[in-house]
């Protein structure tokens, strides 16, 4: 009976297949207590796969899906190479370079392993990326290179984190990083930073010749299969890699018959290592077919029409509110655009239309904007918003975001438009199920792009189609009803679905909102051209064709008032097939901002541009001499109600000279009033021109 205890006492006692402390050579124990500290206490595939080999003086190229655990599986072993080395680093040396494609993913890293960094009492990290060109800006994501070695002279960091053009930047103008003792380089996302291109990048060029080549080099990523692409093998000893182990991890989906004779389903990673000598790979189990995302992620898609795209978003946003989800849209002034308008229609905590608050937000959807473009405080501020919220947020981003992101609680992917490289699909869908949690995904396609599904199943992306009782796949009203909860729907849909059970045409309030502000007017031009030249970029260009694209209901989904300028739309004319202009009543030049200061810039140039004349000011004048005449003959229609005639019956000749003998002493009364000094000259002119005023007070002539 005692040996049977102590027997159990010793099984207790040791660590569980897969713990972190089973690996060789061991982990010091301030690492196992950080990783105790998050409650990592097995390690992934991945982690397995990788630490040992790194600690072993290994170099690798990881291919793992994501949310598998990659980024500890290079930060455990570079911390541990650095506090083992033998001799310690000097004040400007550093031990360690880890480069990532983005800013926020850097950020995120760094967070990381300040945190690591801090369990075994090092030197946290120094975190270089762009952002900031003054000495003004604060924060330790955007602040000017100049405070960041600062930092790096009073702490004497180990470990550099950040993105390739400011690490270059620092090697190339500042004299201030030691890389002779670099023992690790590690490039996250390298499919991005050194596969994405047939030749290497010369910024990731110009940063390698700077490194010792007596190092260890790890690279990972979430798309790249280094174990069956042999064209790579030349980049890896490009990168300095000798001999690396090549290590993908795979999602495989077995079917085990059960007792009953009954097929059932589970789950299983796969792992294949190689060397690049003999590229001995692992035998994978037999009857299981690898797969490149989360089996805890169910993707779907929805084929639609290309105008209706932006209804059935807000449909699915008001229906999944109470959830996480990020937007991803092709462009990042498609992110404006639509991500700002969006923001007013259906954000209580930016919107500032009453009106629609009572309809569309009774329990509030927060909506946030992150593009490459946006300065980088706001960028980060608003993955810092993303991230405190629980519920009822969604990110309206580029693929800026695709990459690393770790922001565990989101539910829903949803992309508006499919990436352009089809590689990207897999990292935009990996900001959901991210380790083990359950998610989803959501992809827009409208009927020509269909095949794109047959693609991704190809690629081992499995896609299906969206559920029925979605709200979002109901139909659309376009006819302008009242809007009324049906008896058969929820009352939380009242605002979505009409008394006939579809979905309201959603495009004319964002076209409100471009007929009373000048910001959406310019942001819409820009997105739809923006959205054109990067259509015609797709990688799968036999799927996205551009001459397939319906250039007329794009117009129509941006909100367009008129047709821009642009090469593409050269042979249409100003005319396009599915798409409406606004008419001559529409004094595209009178829509002013709502910004005051922006209003007065603006007036004070168009002033000046009418004042030089020239092609444009000729434009300019002729587009408010139509919207004048439509205004004239609005009021002549009012008056004649007025009066008690038919506007709509022919004028006789007689009285047709009445009218005009009317008009003539209407003006004549005018002009002795301006005789008499009871008007100005430009109430004058006002009244019988009609005049654009500048802000100085000036009037100029129509």
């Known amino acids: 009976m005692q040996k049977s205890s102590n027997h159990k006492q010793q099984q207790q006692q ?49 291919q793992a899906i994501t949310g598998s655990g990659k980024t500890l599986a290079f930060l455990v072993p570079t911390v541990e190479r650095i506090r083992q080395r033998a001799t310690p680093l000097l004040k400007r040396q550093i031990g360690a370079l880890i480069l990532s494609p983005t800013r926020e993913l850097a950020l995120q890293t760094w967070t990381v392993c300040s945190e690591l960094c801090q369990s075994v009492q090092m030197a946290p990290p120094l975190l270089l990326v762009g952002g900031a060109s003054s000495g003004k800006s604060s924060g330790v994501n955007h602040r000017p290179v100049t405070e960041d070695l600062k930092s790096f002279h009073r702490e004497a960091n180990d470990i550099v984190i950040g993105t390739p053009g400011r690490i270059e930047d620092v090697l190339t103008r500042y004299n201030v990083l030691d890389v002779s003792e670099l023992d690790i380089l590690i490039l996250d996302e390298a499919d991005v930073l050194l596969f994405g291109r047939t030749i290497m990048d010369p910024t990731i060029a110009s940063i390698l010749n700077r490194l010792p080549k007596m190092r260890r080099t790890g690279i990972f990523s979430a798309t790249t299969t280094f174990t069956s692409n042999k064209s790579i093998k030349p980049l890896l000893q490009r990168a300095g890699m000798r001999n690396p ?76 509110r109470h959830e996480k989800t990020i937007v991803f849209f092709l462009t990042c002034a498609c ?38 473009k946006l300065v980088q405080k706001r960028r980060e501020k608003a993955m810092e918003r993303f991230r405190e919220c629980r519920t009822g947020v969604a990110l309206f981003a580029t ?33 959901s199920a991210r380790a083990g949690r359950q998610g989803s995904s959501l992809l827009f396609l409208t009927e020509k792009e269909e095949s794109y599904v047959d693609l991704l199943s190809n690629r081992q992306v499995p896609l299906q189609e969206l559920p029925e009782t979605e709200v979002c796949r109901r139909d659309i009203e376009y006819a302008s009803n009242e809007h009324s909860s049906a008896d058969n729907f ?34 819409g031009t820009k997105a739809f051209t923006s959205y054109i030249r990067a259509y015609k970029e797709h990688v799968c260009r036999f799927i996205f064709r551009f001459a397939s694209l319906d250039l007329g209901h794009l117009a129509t989904s941006f909100c367009l008032l008129r047709l821009p300028k642009m090469p593409e739309l050269r042979d249409c004319k100003g005319k396009l097939k599915h798409f409406i202009s606004a008419g001559p009543e529409v004094d595209i030049y009178a829509i002013s901002y709502i910004d005051k200061a922006r209003e007065a810039a603006r007036k004070k140039r168009l002033a000046a541009e009418l004042a030089a004349g020239g092609k444009n000011a000729k434009q300019i004048m002729a587009e408010q001499k139509k919207a004048d005449q439509v205004r004239r003959q609005k009021e002549r229609r009012q008056a004649a109600i007025e009066k008690g005639r038919n506007p709509d019956k022919k004028r006789g000749r007689n009285a047709q000279i009445v009218d005009e003998w009317e008009e003539l002493a209407k003006e004549e009364r005018l002009y002795k009033k301006f005789r008499r000094g009871k008007i100005t000259k430009e109430e004058y002119d006002e009244h019988m021109f009609g005049s654009f005023k500048t802000s100085d007070g000036t009037s100029n002539k129509k």
């Open 14 to 62: 040791q660590p569980q297949i897969g713990s972190f402390r089973n690996i060789q050579p061991p982990l010091s124990q301030g690492v196992l207590d950080f990783l105790d500290s998050k409650n990592f206490h097995t390690m992934t595939p991945v982690q397995e796969a990788t630490i040992p080999l790194f600690l072993q003086n290994k170099d690798v190229a990881v």
């Open 245 to 320: 182990v090549l290590i993908n991890v795979q999602v495989a989906a077995v079917a085990p018959v059960s007792s009953t004779g009954a097929i059932g389903t589970s789950d299983e990673l796969v792992l294949s290592k190689s060397d690049t000598k003999n590229d001995a790979t692992k035998s994978k189990k037999s009857g299981s077919s690898a797969t490149y995302t989360p089996t805890s992620l169910t993707n779907y898609y929805l084929v639609t029409k290309l105008e209706e795209k932006i209804c059935r978003l807000v449909a699915f946003l008001q229906s999944h």
């Open 335 to 372: 992110v404006d655009f639509y991500g700002s308008a969006l923001q007013q229609l259906l954000d209580n905590t930016k919107g500032n239309n009453d009106s629609n608050k009572d309809n569309n937000t009774r329990e509030g959807l927060t909506i946030e904007l992150l593009h490459g």
């Open 399 to 431: 693929d800026v975001a695709a990459r690393g992101l770790d922001v565990t609680d989101i539910n829903w992917v949803v992309q508006v438009d499919a990436p352009q490289d089809p590689s990207q699909f897999v990292h935009r869908v990996g900001r």
């Open 490 to 523: 929820n009352e939380e849909d009242a605002s979505l679905i009409n008394d006939k059970g579809n979905i309201t045409y959603y495009l004319p309030n964002i076209r409100g909102l471009v007929l009373k502000d000048r910001d959406f007017l310019e942001k």
